[in-house]
């Protein structure tokens, strides 16, 4: 129903119960506007109490794997530079 609905039907009910002097003969008016208020509060309590529930957050704490890279055979490249005089450095 809604808060907005909910507030019509209790103003609505109000309306009908105090303020509105009609003799249906087979209707009151009276017992018409009080049901309405009473329904107007019943829908705002139940939209009060869901929307309570729905701004609830759950937190579920999230799992992470590491991936670890698979160890392969390192090739080490080695360079041999010779100096002019024939002896090697690196």
Do not use: H, K
């Amino acid at each position: 129903m809604g808060i907005g609905g909910s507030i019509f039907l209790i103003a609505l009910g109000a309306i009908l119960a105090f303020a509105v002097e009609a003799n249906l003969g087979w209707l009151d008016i009276n017992v018409v506007g009080w049901v309405l208020m009473i329904a107007g509060f019943a829908g705002l309590v139940l939209t009060l109490w869901f929307w309570q529930n729905r701004r609830r957050t759950i937190v579920q704490p999230t799992v992470t794997e590491r991936v670890v890279p698979a160890q392969t055979e390192r090739i080490e490249e080695r360079r041999e530079v010779r100096r002019p005089s024939g002896r090697l450095y690196e």
